[in-house]
């Protein structure tokens, strides 16, 4: 949903690999309605991947997204 700093990459070599071609919408789901629809009371291990923003994926778990 971030899309990508331009002027803070300008100065890097790989700058063009972040040019945005295209933009689609997806469905999402909360993980808290995925758990409670799965009867799952709370997660041991989770593994993502979301280019550094891990943090503030993880904070805003229960956290609707925009409209």
């Known amino acids: 949903m971030l899309e990508p700093d331009a002027e803070a990459l300008e100065s890097y070599l790989f700058a063009g690999l972040f040019k945005v071609e295209r933009t689609v919408e997806v469905e999402t789901t ?38």
Do not use: C, F
């Open 30 to 67: 909360m993980l808290a309605d995925v758990m409670d629809a799965l009867n799952i009371a709370a997660i041991d291990w989770l593994k993502i991947d979301t280019q550094g923003r891990d943090l503030s994926v993880i904070r805003g778990l229960d956290t609707p997204p925009p409209p």
